[in-house]
């Protein structure tokens, strides 16, 4: 297989990744990466390929007196014998770069910490083929009747148990709960009568949330909807058809 032929066909893979931090305790405190994780899916099946996870080492200086709100990494000591960034970053460019990337609010939260890690370390960042944030995504398809569209409400609300705030664990969590929206998206498509439509769940928005009355653009999505993007190019308002799924 030749390399033209190589990245064309890691073009057309996906990665779910996900990465967790610290959680800042005060206005402008940096978020400290402590773990990276991410599977690679077939864009065809959507079944799992390969997988990968680490534990990150922080800067002792940055980490002490961190907060680590929600996250399951809770003894500092377990991340003593964890390699530093530096140690990983080939790992970590060679599952991202080139393929199209996939996660829950990664366009404003898992990206940007990613970014950030590699320019800590002055090493050129790896580049998706495209990019899925199935948060936007689910938010437009599916519609709030999940709630707050986290990714633990919708895991309970799929029934899929609680979310672990780790970066494996997460990842396969967030493919499942998109298959299961998919599913249920597709029956009650198909079979109106069956399977009608549930009323949306309205909560009352928090102060400073967002308001779901307002239109919600979709970005990054190549999923039966109104926005496809590629990695360099301008969203696409063309519907596209699909089926089951697909992101």
């Not at 990744?17 to 978020?31: I, N, S, W």
């Not at 590629?230 to 308002?237: F, K, V």
Request: charged share 25%; hydrophobic share 40%.
């Amino acid at each position: 297989m030749d390399n033209t032929e190589t990245w064309n066909r890691r073009a057309r893979e996906i990665v779910f990744f996900d990465v967790e931090t610290t959680f800042p305790l005060r206005k402008g405190e940096e978020r400290i990466l402590l773990e990276f994780g991410a599977i690679v899916v077939a864009s065809q099946g959507l079944y799992e390929l390969q997988s990968y996870s680490t534990l990150i080492k922080p800067d002792p200086m940055l980490f002490l007196g961190a907060g680590l709100g929600r996250n399951s990494i809770t003894r500092k000591e377990s991340l003593a014998d964890a390699p530093s960034f530096a140690e990983v970053a080939d790992d970590i460019y060679n599952m991202l770069n080139g393929r199209i990337w996939a996660g829950h609010n990664i366009l404003t939260f898992d990206i940007m910490r990613v970014n950030e890690a590699f320019s800590d370390i002055s090493r050129r960042a790896p580049k998706p083929s495209g990019i899925i944030d199935t948060l936007p995504l689910l938010r437009e398809t599916f519609g709030p009747r999940a709630g707050n569209m986290k990714m633990a409400t919708l895991a309970r609300y799929c029934g899929l148990g609680e979310q672990e705030h780790r970066s494996l664990a997460d990842v396969r969590l967030n493919l499942e709960v998109l298959k299961q929206c998919a599913t249920m998206l597709l029956l009650e498509n198909r079979f109106p009568n069956i399977f009608p439509p549930l009323r949306p769940v309205r909560a009352l928005p928090r102060k400073g949330s967002l308001n779901m009355k307002k239109p919600v653009k979709l970005v990054g999505s190549i999923h039966a909807g109104n926005y496809v993007q590629h990695a360099g190019s301008a969203p696409c308002r063309k519907p596209i058809e699909t089926h089951l799924i697909h992101k």
